[in-house]
């Protein structure tokens, strides 16, 4: 759980790498169908492809919305769509049927399942994360495992389709609609079809990972009667709105699998009070001549890494470390004194 940092050269690469296979693909296809057909919705949504400029971006082409728009122009795409498929209907009572199997043969079956078509390994390392947007808590996998027969075999690179393939088919290839996540959070029942905007296209159950909001999930800790002795505490993960307690609690399950970790909040409590204990600042600065301002990078001290959300692709539970540290420091009082 962090927001994927901007990469515009990322999308720039797929649609030089895709735009033009899938407009000769289409291009076959329609050639193929009667010219009864292609003068229906389907053809000429595809005809709309087909006459997109390959070459150049910002263009606002359907192919490139289809390829490289942002969350905001996929979901006006998914209105748009709704709207003229709704006025077809009138004329043709199978429009949204052929539609929706057409997209799907084309962008699920020949464009994203094909791995001579599209690649997961290059997208998963072209977006450059390397910890699951959706949980935090596990790696993404995309490294080789030779077999035998196979000396390229790779682990299987899991991609989640944000908005899912099943219900919107033509953007099964869009660039930051592929989410590289971890299998847990992948498969059924956790994400899997689930559809994050719902059937009215509303909704928000889960964060568009390129859209995430740090401030609407938090988590905390609950301190066990046993604290004393233990340290050991519950952990608690809030939501700021009931739609997204469906998305992160009922289909990941991120507060029960985020109770797991409570061994993680002592050891940071553990950790802490060595590092802010006055004798072992005394030590430091006889022994190591450590400069004053050296205690104000605690975190850095504690974690090993910068709390900076920057940090958060690469490291695990990241967010949660972060909150926690929060909520620490509260409790124990200014750290920096
Ligand atoms: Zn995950």
Redesign the pocket.
């Known amino acids: 759980m962090y927001r994927i940092p901007d990469n515009n050269t990322g999308a720039i690469n797929h649609f030089q790498d895709y735009a033009e296979k899938v407009k000769l693909v289409v291009s076959d296809y329609y050639a193929k169908q009667s010219s009864e057909w292609c003068k229906k919705y389907t053809g000429k949504f595809l005809e709309r492809v087909i006459s997109s400029d390959t070459t150049l971006t910002n263009t606002g082409s359907l192919l490139e919305i289809l390829l490289i728009g942002d969350f905001r122009k996929q979901k006006d795409l998914i209105i748009l769509i709704d709207k003229e498929l709704d006025a077809e209907k009138i004329n043709q009572t199978d429009v949204k049927n052929v539609f929706m199997q057409t997209m799907s043969d084309l962008f699920v079956d020949t464009f994203y399942n094909k791995n001579t078509f599209f690649n997961k390994n290059k997208h998963i390392e072209r977006v450059g994360v390397e910890v ?1 947007p ?2 935090g ?2 790696y993404v996998f995309s490294v080789k495992h030779p077999t035998k027969s196979n000396p390229n075999t790779r682990i299987k690179p899991q991609i989640d389709h944000f908005l899912p393939k099943s219900e919107y088919p033509y953007l099964a290839l869009n660039y930051y609609n592929l989410i590289p ?2 299998s ?2 992948n498969e059924r029942p956790s994400k899997g079809t689930n559809d994050p905007i719902g059937n009215d296209r509303v909704h928000e159950y889960l964060m568009q990972p390129r859209e995430f909001r740090s401030e609407d999930i938090e988590f905390s800790y609950i301190p066990n009667t046993s604290f004393y002795r233990d340290f050991s505490v519950k952990v608690d993960m809030k939501c700021s709105n009931p739609d997204l307690n469906k998305g992160y609690k009922k289909w990941l399950g991120l507060d029960k699998l985020y109770e797991k970790h409570n061994g993680e909040v002592s050891r940071m409590f553990v950790q802490l009070e060595a590092v802010i204990a006055d004798k072992y600042k005394d030590y430091l600065k006889n022994k190591f001549k450590v400069p004053s301002d050296y205690l104000q990078s605690v975190p850095f001290i504690l974690f090993g890494y910068s709390l900076s959300d920057d940090q958060a692709p690469f490291i695990q539970l990241h967010k949660f470390k972060k909150d926690i540290f929060k909520q620490i420091k509260r409790d124990f009082g200014d750290i920096n004194q």
Do not use: D, Q, V
Request: one cysteine or more.
């Open positions: 699951c959706y949980c808590r596990n996540s971890c847990t959070c």
